[in-house]
């Protein structure tokens, strides 16, 4: 069964699971102005598994798919999911830096929402959001500009905003290379963060299994097995790295969110940063693990910045979201592949806090092509309501920032 915005359908059961949510919270600058407001987009390049930091704890379903990965439901572990509604739990990871935030009301959740791109490559996903423009086959406004197929989202919305933004740094990309979502007509400057790798396999645990089976009949076996394994693994770690395109580690983000606030503080008003190492086919990790370290990384990366924006946190959005989600069962290396729908979090001291958008109850029925999570949310519309809000934009505006795209104002600010 689909329910459509479960803060307002389910407001009690959010209450009683202790999210201080404020039914009457505003964003900071009226709607229609979106004076001195500042948005921040990080892209988790590689398809984060959504199912491992929304938790769908109400699904039976989730244990029985993920039988090595899924986190335990609220109150049955140490290390069990944190409970936000009767429906989703969040990563234990997020424990200490996200989930204050939440229980704040500064955070928000849509799940089910992604591209309707069926493609499940890296590269073309990621092109095809940032780019912001109807899919191959869809149909193209009449009025669309030959020169918007080549720019990106976040340059025509800064073009839209066109005076508002008028000073040389008010738009930046926090990257190497310029991403496709800020080029186009407007000039915009980028400034490239730290290099933090993730580290990689653990030489030290597979020499002590080596020892662990030393001289018995499954020596040969068990050191076939590791060989195997580490070969897969850095295949698959070849992989992660081309799915990042260069992006900066989860960790590396960390060590640079005050860096960036600084600057979105004091200059930036539009801001892109692209975090990679997403792509977990193998060794994924449940509560603690591969996914769990990055995962913690990143939302300590994002309270860093929220603390670092200072009073200007509450005229701040930060939408954190990735080319597609993860497989819904883990497959045989105790990883996921590459799925569909994601979750997408909102974050900043305006935002109202809760689960949007619309939803299912995930059974192998609901399972898109019988494997992921659907995408009930298009990420266009889901953006460009936000962006309405944020910027007070008209349609004819809306439709030059996502030609064709039909807005979906899921109240989220």
């Known amino acids: 069964m689909r329910r459509r915005h479960l803060l307002q359908a389910g407001a009690g059961t959010l209450l009683a699971s202790g999210l201080a949510l404020d039914a009457v919270r505003t964003w900071a600058a009226p709607v229609g102005t979106g004076v001195d407001s500042r948005l921040l987009v990080v892209f988790l390049r590689g398809g984060y598994d959504a199912c491992n930091v929304l938790v769908p704890i109400a699904s039976p379903f989730y244990a029985e798919a993920r039988p090595h990965l899924a986190i335990a439901r609220p109150g049955t572990a140490a290390d069990a999911a944190l409970e936000l509604t009767a429906d989703w739990g969040l990563a234990p990871a997020l424990k200490e830096t996200i989930h204050p935030r939440v229980r704040a009301g500064e955070v928000a959740f849509v799940p089910f929402a992604g591209t309707h791109d069926l493609s499940r490559s890296h590269f073309e996903t990621q092109d095809r959001i940032e780019h912001g423009l109807p899919l191959p086959g869809e149909a193209r406004p009449a009025a669309m500009a030959r020169t918007d197929a080549d720019s990106g989202f976040l340059n025509r919305l800064a073009q839209v905003l066109g005076t508002r933004l008028d000073a040389d740094r008010r738009v930046m990309a926090f990257t190497d290379h310029l991403p496709i979502a800020l080029q186009g007509a407007r000039v915009v400057p980028n400034a490239g963060l730290v290099r933090v790798r993730p580290s990689g396999l653990d030489a030290g645990q597979s020499a002590l299994v080596e020892r662990m089976y030393a001289g018995t009949s499954l020596e040969p076996r068990v050191r076939e097995g590791l060989a195997t394994q580490a070969e897969v693994a850095r295949d698959l770690s070849d992989e992660m790295m081309k799915a990042s395109r260069d992006a900066v580690s989860a960790r590396g983000f960390q060590a640079e969110a005050g860096r960036i606030a600084r600057l979105m503080r004091e200059d930036v008003r539009i801001g ?100 992921d999570w659907p995408v009930l949310n298009e990420y266009r519309g889901v953006l460009g309501g936000l962006f309405r809000r944020m910027y007070g934009l008209d349609a004819a505006q809306l439709a030059r920032v996502f030609p064709g795209a039909a807005m979906a104002d899921l109240h989220l600010v």
Not at 282 to 292: H, K, P
Not at 296 to 310: H, I
Not at 312 to 336: A, D, K, L, P
């Open 272 to 371: 892109f940063v692209d975090v990679g190492g997403w792509d977990t086919h193998v060794g994924q990790g449940a509560a603690s693990g591969t996914l769990a370290t990055r995962i913690a990384d990143l939302g300590q990366g994002l309270d860093t910045f929220a603390k670092a924006m200072g009073p200007e946190w509450r005229r701040t959005v930060v939408v954190v979201i990735s080319e597609f989600g993860r497989t819904f069962r883990e497959n045989g290396n105790r990883g996921t592949d590459h799925g569909h729908g994601t979750a997408y979090w909102v974050l900043g001291g305006g935002v109202r806090g809760g689960i949007h958008g619309e939803q299912v109850a995930l059974t192998p029925a609901t399972l898109d092509e019988g494997r």
